[in-house]
Every structure is written in C-alpha cells, then in structure tokens.
C-alpha cells in the first residue's frame, strides 16, 4: 500500500497545479501524512530548474504551517485525552519532568526531526504535547525545513538529474551526519 501510495504522489508532480499540490503535501506530511514532500519537489525542480527556489520556498511554509497543526494535535489531544489518562494512572508528575526534559532540548529535537529521515511529524505533535514554547517551535521549524528543502533545490538545480538517485538514497544519512557533527562540535566546545 505504501508503494501505491508513494507512486500517486510522483504522478501529481506532473499536474498542472503541481505547485499547489506540493504545499498540500508539504501541509499534511508534517502532521499525518507518510510520504515527504521530497518525493515531489524532486521531479518538479528537475523539470523546471528556474523554480528550484520557489518550490523549496512553498514547500518550506507549506511544512511549517502543517507542524502548526501537527503542534495542534499534540497540545489539544494531550490536554482533552492524555492529561485525564495519565492522573488516573498517577504519572501526571512523570509527564511533567518529561516535558521539563524535552522542553530543554526541543530546539535540538525539532532542527534534528526537521532535516533527518526522522519523521518530523513525530516531532511537531510531541512539541504541542510537551507545550514547548510556540515561539522555539516556529523558529526552529522554519530553520530546519528551510535547510531541508533548500539543500536540496540547491543540489538539484546545480546538478540537475544526476544528482537526484544520490538525494533519494543518501541524503537523510548526509543530514543525520551533519547533525551528529554539528552536536559532537558543541560538545567539544563545551566540555573541552
């Protein structure tokens, strides 16, 4: 099912309105939805590397405006279902010290989901069920999918098609082992 799924959504990037198709997806993968927006943003800068950067752009908002949703459904389903499960259980207290926790990391947690293979809808919904300032969440969001979806169309519009099997394969490891440099540098600093 996955795979029908995945080839429906390389088939809307050769429609008319692929653009508006594309903030759809964006949208709803950053909440719900399997597929990322890559899977159509690749196709479609490969046919019309003049719109590399608006399509990066329109996906980028597009992403961020769903994590707002995704945001949405962690914070009004934890306060209307979760909260009343975990008093009843007697671990309210232990939710509280895990969002203490995941609150003090959220910008890292939220910049990691948003430029790894992780799935950042995970991300988005835990960011509104820890109530993690809205504020962090945004900036980060915006940062991350920026960087993402701009890596990206920056790639495929120097390079062009060839570079597009090394995107589909390789480019959520490169993300991830910028990301585990980027954080083993803070901690050099740090604590050397």
């Given at each position: 099912m996955l795979q029908r799924l995945y080839l429906w959504t390389m088939s809307l990037a050769d429609h008319p309105r692929a653009l508006w198709v594309l903030?759809?997806?964006?949208?709803?993968?950053?909440?719900?939805?399997?597929?990322?927006?890559?899977?159509?943003?690749?196709?479609?800068?490969?046919a019309r590397p003049s719109r590399a950067w608006l399509i990066a752009l329109v996906a980028t908002v597009s992403s961020v405006l769903g994590g707002m949703l995704g945001y949405g459904i962690g914070y009004f389903f934890y306060e209307t279902i979760g909260a009343p499960i975990l008093n009843a259980l007697g671990k309210a207290e232990s939710m509280a010290e895990f969002n203490l926790r995941f609150n003090g990391v959220g910008f890292w947690a939220v910049l990691i989901a948003g430029v790894t293979p992780f799935p950042y809808k995970v991300i988005t919904i835990m960011s509104g069920w820890t109530a993690m300032p809205l504020a962090i969440f945004l900036v980060t969001s915006v940062i991350a999918r920026a960087l993402r979806f701009f890596v990206v169309a920056g790639l495929l519009r120097a390079f062009g098609a060839p570079v597009r099997s090394f995107i589909e394969k390789h480019l959520g490891i490169m993300f991830t082992l910028f990301v585990l440099l980027l954080l083993g540098g803070f901690y050099v600093v740090k604590f050397l």
């Amino acid at each position: 099912m996955l795979q029908r799924l995945y080839l429906w959504t390389m088939s809307l990037a050769d429609h008319p309105r692929a653009l508006w198709v594309l903030a759809c997806v964006a949208f709803i993968e950053s909440s719900v939805f399997p597929i990322p927006p890559d899977v159509l943003m690749i196709p479609m800068i490969l046919a019309r590397p003049s719109r590399a950067w608006l399509i990066a752009l329109v996906a980028t908002v597009s992403s961020v405006l769903g994590g707002m949703l995704g945001y949405g459904i962690g914070y009004f389903f934890y306060e209307t279902i979760g909260a009343p499960i975990l008093n009843a259980l007697g671990k309210a207290e232990s939710m509280a010290e895990f969002n203490l926790r995941f609150n003090g990391v959220g910008f890292w947690a939220v910049l990691i989901a948003g430029v790894t293979p992780f799935p950042y809808k995970v991300i988005t919904i835990m960011s509104g069920w820890t109530a993690m300032p809205l504020a962090i969440f945004l900036v980060t969001s915006v940062i991350a999918r920026a960087l993402r979806f701009f890596v990206v169309a920056g790639l495929l519009r120097a390079f062009g098609a060839p570079v597009r099997s090394f995107i589909e394969k390789h480019l959520g490891i490169m993300f991830t082992l910028f990301v585990l440099l980027l954080l083993g540098g803070f901690y050099v600093v740090k604590f050397l």
